[in-house]
């Protein structure tokens, strides 16, 4: 049995939150929670394999990448996590059992298991809060300058869940705003380069809008949340290819 820690990061680990691009000039403020797979190193591998450790459950694999260039082409400020969404899962709030979880799809994670509340506010506070408070100053910045907000977060998916293929390739998803979300739709609807559908593979009702509502939402911001098939963004040449094709449909919509 792998025994959690009090101690979540250590001193030589750095912050659990990157910003770059602060000063972008874009509407666009781009979140990619899931951007990492590294574990603080107190935990070891939370009793994982290498192959789980490398899997979706750890991370969105090309996610980061693909945030990087729309970043880069809109010159969007981008905020990412650091570390795993295994030891917290920064679109999840504390009292969601997915935001430390003790089983993902069909790993056991016994690093996870039978956390106490010490511990599980450790995690909240070292990753969870940073991570928002960080975001909830970049908005205060903007406003305080004029700058417009639009919140977009970026992940990905795994072509194949609980053995059932997905068709879908990039999913639009929002919560009750749909003002980008349409957009977005629309604009990709003009174009057969990829199969995009509405609220897929996941939707609000499997609590994936927790950013979209803490920042967007809350905030009245336009929001939208972007899920990318990892297949089609396992390299570099995909990755760059994607991050052109969600960068247009952006700009088109934040144009309508």
């Not at 400020?77 to 920064?90: K, P």
Request: net charge negative.
């Amino acid at each position: 049995m792998v025994l959690a820690r009090l101690e979540v990061l250590g001193k030589g680990e750095g912050e659990c939150v990157a910003v770059e691009r602060p000063d972008g000039t874009s509407p666009v403020l781009i979140i990619c929670e899931h951007a990492s797979r590294v574990l603080p190193a107190s935990f070891g591998t939370l009793g994982l394999s290498e192959e789980a450790l490398n899997s979706h459950i750890a991370w969105d694999p090309g996610a980061l990448a693909v945030a990087r260039g729309m970043s880069e082409a809109l010159d969007a400020t981008l905020v990412h996590q650091r570390f795993s969404r295994l030891i917290y899962d920064c679109n999840r709030p504390p009292e969601s059992a997915g935001a430390m979880p003790e089983k993902s799809e069909v790993y056991d994670i016994p690093g996870n298991a039978g956390l106490s509340a010490a511990e599980k506010t450790a995690r909240t506070e070292a990753l969870y809060i940073p991570f928002h408070d960080a975001i909830r100053a970049l908005i205060r910045e903007r406003q305080a300058r004029g700058q417009e907000t639009v919140i977009v977060t970026v992940h990905s998916f795994t072509p194949v869940f609980h053995g059932k293929t997905r068709a879908v390739e990039v999913g639009v998803l929002h919560d009750d705003d749909t003002r980008l979300a349409d957009a977005m739709l629309a604009a990709a609807g003009e174009t057969t380069h990829y199969r995009v559908e509405r609220n897929e593979p996941y939707g609000p009702l499997d609590g994936v809008t927790h950013t979209l509502i803490l920042h967007g939402l809350s905030n009245g911001l336009r929001n939208v949340m972007i899920e990318v098939r990892n297949d089609l963004i396992a390299d570099p040449a995909g990755q760059g290819v994607m991050a052109s094709y969600l960068t247009r449909l952006l700009q088109q919509s934040l144009d309508a």
